[in-house]
């Protein structure tokens, strides 16, 4: 509860920091690219074939959980810096 | 569609439903009891003019339908007197209200009529006529006029939540469990019964919900949620919600960024009393799901809401959240071991006794009997799993979605969705035959990705050992395909960090190389 509570009190903390920023919703439309719809539209094709094709299903699983290590491990470099390693 | 049971108060009548559950002869003269008291049914409560208070007959499940398979009693001598128990309001005798017996069908049975009732003590006793013998009654409909319309006033009827069956309203929206309590008795007349029975427990909690833990149902998934909430606890209460989320792609390490959660129900609660929902229209693909029911509570008030909720919330008598997991369909790798995970913590961590945070916030307390030091560290210490996935959805909508790094929380987003999209098909024309310039290709060859590839997928799930009848390619090739995957994963992430060390080592010796020279 302890633990639970300093968690509460610093996203509460940050959240009060950073509330003027601005919400994002879609990603940007860049030299007229909507970068939003060709994700989605990208990302929706992997997942049709990986319901069709059950072998795909798994090896995007393991292709998030890959990329979810690396977006922790930007994030931790941020903060961190030199002292991340 | 979307049922709700609101606060058993705003209902403009109530309608008691239900008999064979808890049939039982208390004498010779009663033919049929459910009697059970100990709670108030103000069947006239919120009533506006021109409601509708014509209540059909419950079933065991909401809506009612009709006609009835079951939950109906059938006369076999002839039902001379309702019994009903009066608390307060109307008098018995009001020539234009009379309770109404209904059949299975739902109908009012023929040549039955009730006639005006007449006090007895506190019971109300009205007399029915007409050849009640064979007729499969299913329940009792009250109208506070002849017309079912408009109330004229109030009447409070004794009954329980622990009568069989449930009770709806006029407009057949609104449903609560047990009713008014009531007895048919024959010419020898009612007697016994009307007996004070405990109450469900009225403690703010989340009751049940469903599809139970660790079920596997198919798609859509039958939702459900029944909850209590005490009007003491009306003021701390912000709202109610059913939610659910996949376990599957949603592993730890991106638990912060993982795809939202599906509400099923988030609303105010306004009124105390027993709650109910339930929708069956949410079609989801095959997987593990994790469902979570929770009663949302305010500190500061409504403006900061569940900011401020979640801070102090472990510490109040308040259960608030519960939650399990189910499976649709198919059961998954990953889902699996998310799910383990989660509960060997809570079996390694949990105090096994303990049902809520309350319980555990009991074993620091050196009075109780439920004291213990170790877990009254592991209460202290340990973070919740519950709460810290509210912090992290917090998290999420106080700074993980504002720029910048909202950019990155989209992406997840994105890549996390399991909303599909149409895959595009070619279409050439070719020639078949001998051609010329001047005559165009007239025969096309279309190209269908989707239909190509869920081709190959059938293709191969058709595949059969041979001389193993149902063992398939899948059954045999789909763990070893999963563990190939994950050794790929892990073999990955354990390259990345050696490569990282190596360069920091090899990045520290050529600092001490230069304050060396």
């Not at chain 1, 997942?47 to 393991?62: D, E, K, N, R, S």
């Not at chain 2, 009225?202 to 459900?224: G, L, M, Q």
């Not at chain 2, 949410?282 to 799901?289: K, Q, R, T």
Request: hydrophobic share 40%.
């Amino acid at each position: 509860m302890i633990v639970n509570l300093i968690l509460n009190i610093i996203v509460l903390f940050l959240g009060g920091i950073f509330s003027w920023l601005p919400a994002v919703t879609t990603l940007p439309t860049i030299n007229g690219y909507n970068i939003d719809a060709f994700m989605v539209q990208g990302v929706g094709s992997l997942q049709t074939l990986a319901v069709a094709f059950w072998p795909l299903a798994i090896m995007f699983q393991g292709f998030l959980a890959i990329m979810g290590y690396f977006l922790i491990k930007m994030v931790v470099k941020f903060f961190l810096g030199s002292r991340a390693g | 569609m979307i049922f709700y049971i609101k606060q058993f108060g705003l209902f403009a009548t109530i309608f008691l439903f239900c008999f064979m559950m808890n049939a039982s002869t208390t004498n010779a003269a009663v033919l049929y009891d459910s009697s059970d008291i100990g709670a108030e049914y103000d069947i006239a409560g919120g009533a506006t003019s021109g409601e509708n208070f014509y209540f059909r007959l419950p079933t065991l499940s909401a809506p009612p339908s009709f006609p009835l398979s079951s939950g109906f009693y059938t006369d076999n001598d002839s039902i001379e007197i309702l019994r009903l128990k009066r608390i307060s309001g109307l008098s018995c005798d009001w020539s234009l209200r009379t309770p109404k017996l209904i059949d299975k069908n739902g109908n009012i049975p023929s040549g039955v009529i009730v006639s005006s009732g007449a006090a007895s003590g506190d019971f109300c006793d009205y007399s029915i006529i007409g050849n009640t013998n064979g007729v499969e009654i299913a329940g009792i409909i009250y109208c506070l006029n002849g017309g079912c319309s408009n109330a004229n006033g109030t009447m409070v009827l004794a009954g329980s939540d622990t009568n069989a069956g449930i009770t709806v309203s006029g407009d057949n929206t609104q449903f609560v469990s047990g009713g008014f309590a009531f007895q048919l008795c024959d010419s020898g007349g009612c007697s016994g019964g009307f007996e004070t029975v405990p109450q469900i427990s009225t403690v703010t909690r989340i009751i049940s919900f469903k599809p139970d833990n660790a079920t596997t149902t198919t798609n859509p998934p039958y939702f459900e949620l029944n909850a209590y909430i005490n009007e003491e606890d009306l003021g701390a209460i912000k709202g109610i919600r059913l939610s659910f989320h996949n376990i599957d792609q949603n592993v730890l390490i991106i638990g912060a960024l993982s795809p939202s959660d599906i509400i099923l129900l988030d609303e105010d609660i306004e009124n105390s009393g027993p709650f109910f929902f339930s929708t069956s229209t949410v079609s989801i693909a095959d997987g593990n799901y994790r469902i979570e029911a929770c009663i949302d509570r305010t500190f500061f008030g409504d403006d900061f809401g569940l900011i401020g909720g979640w801070i102090v919330g472990a510490f109040t008598d308040v259960d608030d959240c519960k939650s399990h997991q189910f499976i649709v369909g198919t059961s998954t790798f990953i889902g699996n071991v998310s799910q383990n995970l989660w509960q060997d913590t809570q079996d390694f961590f949990g105090n096994s006794t303990a049902t809520s945070s309350e319980a555990l916030a009991r074993t620091c307390n050196p009075l109780s009997t439920d004291f213990g030091i170790r877990e009254c560290t592991v209460f202290l210490l340990v973070p919740d799993p519950l709460q810290l996935s509210q912090t992290m959805t917090e998290a999420r909508s106080a700074f993980l979605s504002r720029v910048p790094w909202g950019y990155f929380t989209r992406t997840i987003d994105i890549m996390s969705s399991q909303a599909t999209s149409t895959l595009p098909s070619f279409t050439t024309n070719i020639q078949i035959g001998a051609g010329s310039d001047m005559t165009p290709a007239s025969t096309t060859l279309t190209f269908d990705i989707a239909d190509m590839v869920a081709g190959a997928g059938n293709l191969v799930d058709s595949i059969e050992a041979v001389g193993y009848e149902g063992v398939g390619f899948r059954t045999v090739f789909e763990d070893w395909i999963k563990g190939m995957v994950a050794l790929l994963v892990i073999l990955t992430i354990v390259a990345d960090i050696a490569q990282s060390h190596r360069n920091e080592m090899a990045d520290g010796n050529s600092r001490e190389g230069k304050k060396l020279s």
